[in-house]
């Protein structure tokens, strides 16, 4: 008899959805490759997809994610912000010691 | 700007899903009626879907989760073992405690 306790964490800003798993992947992504085209491609999702995610999560944030990059080898990109890569590390720290918490919380289940 | 940080949380046993909302939702709605077919449709569900859901709560279960009552007023119902009720309480007690978890963990986002 195996039990696990599984979560899905979500935050909302004036009740409206404003990160989530998959908005949180899109940034990761973003942050590996530099790229909307090819961090839609690595997560399987169409790049209009990918940009009305990242729209929505921009136009949300109290301050910009991301920035678009000119120029260089391949044209433009687009990168993450200081705020943006701390947005994904506090996103990441919550639900990892939201797990922990949930863990700690197995002992209740184990007495029934 | 009011952040808040939400969760959903469920328990596999055996890397299968054994309660999460719905299926706590229907037990709790057939402590209060007493019945499955009044408990689908205080939850909006088909009796079938509830009837399958129920199935599934109760062969995944180490022990019978509810009893078929027989004979009385309108026939038969179904109602909740002690184990059955026990369950509700230990789901609804963790779904709480990780709700005020993550409420004390939003100190972290207004960092941000």
Redesign the interface.
Known sequence: ???????????????KV?LGEGRVHLLMAIKDTGSLTKAAKSLGLSYKKAWHLLDAVNKSA?KPVTINTVGGKGGGGVKLTE?GT??IE?FN??NQ??WH??DS?LE??KK?
Not at 1 to 15: A, D, P, T
């Open positions: 008899m195996c039990y696990k306790i599984k979560s899905r964490i979500w935050i909302e800003l004036n009740n404003f109290q705020y701390s947005l506090t720290t919550i010691r939201c918490f949930l919380e209740k289940i029934l």
